[in-house]
């Protein structure tokens, strides 16, 4: 099996579990605004570079870390939650709707607090 060059992946509305696992690995969250955190961090299919805002989260602290999604675990009590990330990446992709963006990735990112 040989790599593609730079050749930009196809559109394609996909998910899979790695995607979540190295987007845990590799998204920061920062705080934005009085009331806003930003999630960054490379998009794990296309590797383009991501903001994904988060205006209605709240924390009590700012040190959230974020944790591995992991589907086989129970939701944890408090202070947990899961947030669906969708590739938004401005780049171009084959067969891409019209009016779309991103290369169709998506995943869950479990983003918790550290102070909880
Ligand atoms: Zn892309
Ligand atoms: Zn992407």
Redesign the pocket.
Known sequence: MTIAQHEPAPYAETTDPVYAARAAETFTLRKAGPDLLVLSGP?P??A?PLEVPLPHMVFRGLDGILSLFRPSQPRPASDVRDEPVV?A?EEHHPDRPEGRK??G?YWMLRISSSDA
Request: aromatic share 0%; glycine share 12%; proline share 0%.
């Open positions: 998009c299919r296309c383009a590739c990446c991103g290369c990735a």
